[in-house]
C-alpha cells in the first residue's frame, strides 16, 4: 500500500537520518528501487517528474505498475509515491491518479501566487492524507526541462509557506540538478541554519543530491534535512553498466540481445546506487 511520506520523514527528523527520494523511469527503474528498499527495509520515496510520467505513458500507468509491484513483490516497508517538481495542475492530476505525495514547485512565481497555489494544495492534500512539498528559492541546474537559478532561499519566505502547513519544504541553499560544476560553492549551511531557526519542525529537502559531497550530506542531515533527491547518479550507473555490457560485446553473444538481459546489468547497477544512497543517509533498517 502506499502511504503519505509524512510519518517517514517526522520520523527521519527526529531519527537524524534522511529518506531517499528516487526517481523512476520505467519498470526496470521502479522494480530496482522497491526490491533495493525492501532487502535493505528501508522507508523509500518513488519520485516521477512531469516528464517521466508522459513518457511512463500517464500518472494512471505510474500509479497501476507501483502498487502491482508492491503486491506482487511483497514490498512491506512504507513507500511513498512522489510527484517531483509539479506544476499546479501536475499536482492535481496526481491526485486524482492515486499518488500518496505530491511536489508543488511554486518557486518560480512571485511569492504572493506561490502562498495562494500552496494553500490551495494543503487543503486538498489535507482532506486525502496525502503529503505536500513545497519549494521556495529555485534550485539550480536542469532536471526534465525545469531550469533553475540556483539561488538560496529567503528564510522568511519559508516561514510563510511552511505555515501554510505542507509536509515538508525544499529551500535552496545552492545546490543543483544533474552533474555539479567543477567551480561550485557548496552547499550553504548559514541559508539551512536560517531557513531551520525559521520553519523549526518541518522536515526539509534536498534536492540535487547527486554528486554532493558526503561529509556536506551528513551535515545537512544534522541541520534536519530528511528527505535527499537522487535521479542523476542512478542515470548514470545505469548507463555505464549498460555501456560496459555492450562495448564487451555481450550483447552479440547467444542470448545477450534478449531485453531482460540487456538491461540487467544496468537494473543491477541502480539497485547498488540506490543501497549506497540508502547506507549513507542512514535510513537502512528504519522501516
Ligand atoms: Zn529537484
Not at 174 to 202: C, Q, R
Amino acid at each position: 500500500m502506499l502511504v503519505s511520506a509524512k510519518e517517514m520523514l517526522n520520523k527521519a527528523r527526529e531519527g537524524k537520518y534522511a529518506v531517499g527520494q528516487f526517481n523512476i523511469n520505467n519498470l526496470e527503474w521502479t522494480k530496482a528501487i522497491l526490491l533495493t528498499a525492501q532487502e535493505n527495509n528501508s522507508p523509500v520515496i518513488l519520485g516521477v517528474s512531469e516528464g517521466a510520467g508522459k513518457y511512463m505513458c500517464g500518472y494512471k500507468t505510474v500509479v497501476g505498475m507501483v502498487k502491482g509491484m508492491l503486491e506482487e513483490l511483497n514490498i512491506t516497508v512504507p513507500v511513498a509515491l512522489h510527484l517531483d517538481h509539479g506544476s499546479f495542475e501536475g499536482a492535481k492530476k496526481c491526485i486524482e491518479a492515486g499518488f500518496s505525495s505530491v511536489m508543488f514547485d511554486g518557486s518560480h512565481y512571485p511569492i504572493e501566487e506561490n502562498i495562494a497555489k500552496t494553500k490551495e494544495l494543503v487543503a486538498t492534500c489535507n482532506n486525502l492524507g496525502l503529503s505536500l512539498e513545497a519549494e521556495v528559492g529555485s534550485i539550480g541546474g536542469e532536471e526534465d526541462g525545469v531550469i533553475g537559478a540556483g539561488e538560496c532561499a529567503d528564510p522568511d519566505e519559508c516561514k510563510q509557506i511552511a505555515d501554510l502547513g505542507v509536509t515538508m519544504l525544499a529551500a535552496g541553499i545552492g545546490n543543483i540538478h544533474g552533474k555539479y560544476p567543477e567551480n561550485w560553492a557548496g552547499l550553504s549551511f548559514e541559508t539551512l541554519e536560517a531557513v531551520k531557526a525559521k520553519v523549526g519542525d518541518m522536515p526539509l529537502v534536498l534536492h540535487g543530491g547527486t554528486g554532493i559531497p558526503e561529509d556536506m550530506i551528513k551535515k545537512a542531515i544534522s541541520l534536519g534535512v530528511a528527505k535527499i533527491n537522487v535521479n542523476t547518479e542512478c542515470q548514470l550507473s545505469f548507463q555505464a553498466a549498460t555501456r560496459k555490457y555492450i562495448e564487451e560485446g555481450k550483447d552479440q553473444q547467444g542470448k545477450g540481445f534478449d531485453p531482460r538481459k540487456l538491461l540487467a546489468p544496468g537494473f543491477e547497477a541502480i539497485k547498488a546506487t540506490v543501497k549506497e544512497k540508502m547506507e549513507l543517509f542512514g535510513s537502512i533498517n528504519k522501516a
